[in-house]
């Protein structure tokens, strides 16, 4: 004799159209219990689940909500759903930081914000608003216990503690050296340099305002020299350049191009050039040194990119800054200071911007990377002119 079928209202349809049904009404007993007998018979639904989960919510019974949402997390580890009922469940039962720690895992999997309906994204804004007040705090109690290791007094040392907490709780991402062409091993990723690596800066400072008036001159009489600071020819693929392509937005006045000094532009800027002599530049034919005057003109942004070669940096000496001018390096954003002089490692991801109504300028210049010996430094040099010698041309763009 043959089976019959099963009673359309109980099947998986048909519990499942009764517990939609018995929600319309208000009557969430009816519908957890339609509920309950759909997953006896379809226990790998997660949308079954969730849809218990949240009748027991609305039931009080949130034993039970947990419990189903565990079942449905079993079934699909990344459901975002059930990971935000999750942790809104053990926010309802007083665990803050379970909470806050379960909200951060949930936003991992969140659609974007415009493919959730109004009340999905408003739970998305208070998952936010949480885990972001919890690793405000998280980011407090690290750098206070390591203050209470290291003393209150700056230091290179406190400064990195504060950097490795700040990784810690997610503010700050590792960014890693990605030179175009030129990684020479060994040598560490630091996005700006310590001070006391560069015992010429000072001097290079002290000679700011007297650099800043022949800059001056040159921009009131010879502004016509300041050429496009990005001019690729023809045919080469510009990526993010496209928009600043041989465009007077970014301006260069160049001092030394190409490994040469530009006897014209020199001339103008003596007390330039003997601040630039006490720094160690690199030099190699047909390729550094490199040192110019950089016009950023208002409005104008330079977009994320990184340098060529990690065993040169890269120094900005600050001349001509209005408000609204910023500098990033990785993860850490500075705002130049006119006088004052940085440097960092121009193979991470930088970028700059000039949000002012007037022109940006700073003297830039390479300087070889601290951590090269005297020796490595030549075998450089002797490396890069091997390298030219043998493809019988000068480097594209002539920089090292």
């Known amino acids: 004799m043959e089976r019959s079928a099963p009673a359309p209202s109980e099947t998986v349809a048909g519990l499942r159209s009764a517990a939609d049904e018995a929600a319309r009404r208000g009557d969430l007993r009816g519908a957890r219990a339609a509920l309950e007998r759909a997953v006896m018979l379809d226990q790998g639904s997660v949308d079954l689940w969730m849809s218990l989960a949240g009748c027991c919510r609305g039931l009080g019974d949130f034993a039970a909500a947990g419990a189903a ?9 990344r459901s975002f759903i059930a990971l935000l009922m999750k942790a809104s469940l053990l926010e309802r039962a007083g665990q803050e930081r379970a909470s806050a720690l379960a909200y951060g ?3 991992t999997q969140a659609p974007p914000d415009e493919r959730l309906d109004v009340h999905t994204r408003e739970a998305v804004v208070r998952a936010r608003a949480i885990y972001a007040a919890h690793n405000a705090q998280l980011e407090e109690a690290l750098k ?9 007094k700056a230091s290179k040392e406190l400064l990195r503690a504060d950097v490795f907490a700040e990784r810690l ?4 991402r590792v960014y890693h050296q990605e030179p175009v062409q030129f990684h020479y091993p060994g040598l560490p990723e630091i996005e700006f340099w310590d001070r006391g690596e560069f015992p010429w800066i000072e001097a290079l400072e002290a000679a700011a305002e007297d650099i800043r008036q022949e800059l001056v001159a040159i921009l009131r009489e010879d502004g016509d020299e300041i ?4 001019n690729y020819p023809d045919g080469v693929p510009l990526d993010q350049w496209a928009e600043l392509n041989r465009s007077p ?5 160049h001092l030394f191009h190409e490994g040469r000094e530009v006897a014209w532009n020199a001339k103008r800027a003596p007390k330039t050039m003997a601040a630039l002599a006490q720094a160690p530049q690199p030099t190699l034919p047909n390729r550094s040194p490199a040192s110019m005057f950089s016009v950023l003109q208002p409005r104008t ?9 990690n065993v040169r940096l890269v120094t900005h000496l600050a001349l001509i800054v209005p408000d609204g001018c910023g500098f ?3 993860s850490e954003t500075r705002h130049w200071r006119e006088g004052e002089a940085w440097v960092f490692d121009d193979t991470i991801e930088h970028e700059a911007w000039n949000d002012s109504d007037e022109p940006r300028t700073i003297l830039i210049c390479d300087v070889w990377n601290p951590r090269l010996s005297a020796d490595e430094r030549e075998t450089v040099a002797a490396l890069m002119a091997a390298l030219d010698a043998f493809n019988q041309a000068a480097p594209a763009g002539g920089s090292l």
């Open 301 to 309: 942004r330079i977009p994320p990119h990184t340098g060529i070669a």
């Open 249 to 253: 937005r970014w301006g260069a006045f």
């Open 169 to 172: 709780v997610g503010k700050r």
């Open 105 to 107: 895992i949930a936003l």
């Open 328 to 330: 990033r390096v990785g």
């Open 227 to 230: 050429g496009p600071y990005v």
């Open 144 to 152: 206070a216990a390591a203050r209470r290791e290291r003393g209150s």
């Open 69 to 77: 949402v565990e079942a449905a997390l079993r079934l699909d580890p």
